[in-house]
C-alpha cells in the first residue's frame, strides 16, 4: 500500500471512529455518490481526460488555445455533450465549466435511489 492510501485509510478509520450511527450512514451516502459520479463521469464524457494521453507537442498545443483532437471527433462530441445538456468544449479541446461533473452526480443519486 503506498503513502496516499494509507493516509486516506487512516483518515477514514478517524471519520468512522468520530461519527454517529446517523452521521455515519450519510457519510456512507456520500462516498457512495461520490464514486458512483466518478465513475459515470468517465463513461459519458471519455473526451475530458483525452490530455492525460498527449504528447509533449499536443500538451503544448493546448497551453497555446489549440485542440489537438480531430476536428470531426470534436464536432462529434460537442453535438453529444449537447444533446446531454452540457457546455461544448474549448478551443483548446478542455472542458469549459463543470456541467458535465453536475449531470454525472444527477445520475448517480437518481441511480442510488
Known amino acids: 500500500m503506498n503513502k496516499v492510501k494509507r493516509e486516506e485509510a487512516r483518515k477514514l478509520r478517524e471519520a468512522y471512529e468520530n461519527l454517529s450511527p446517523e452521521e455515519l450512514e450519510e457519510f456512507e451516502r456520500k462516498r457512495r455518490i461520490k464514486s458512483l459520479t ?7 464524457f471519455p473526451e475530458e481526460y483525452d490530455f492525460m494521453m498527449d504528447s509533449i507537442c499536443d500538451a503544448k498545443d493546448r497551453r497555446r488555445g489549440l485542440n489537438p483532437m480531430n476536428a470531426d471527433y470534436t464536432t462529434k462530441v460537442n453535438a453529444r455533450r ?20 453536475d449531470v454525472a452526480r444527477t445520475e448517480a443519486i437518481r441511480r442510488l435511489k
Not at 466518478?38 to 459519458?44: D, P, T, V
Open 38 to 44: 466518478e465513475q459515470i463521469h468517465s463513461e459519458l
Open 82 to 101: 449537447e444533446e446531454l445538456g452540457v457546455s461544448p468544449l474549448g478551443d483548446n479541446g478542455m472542458p469549459t465549466d463543470n456541467s458535465s461533473w
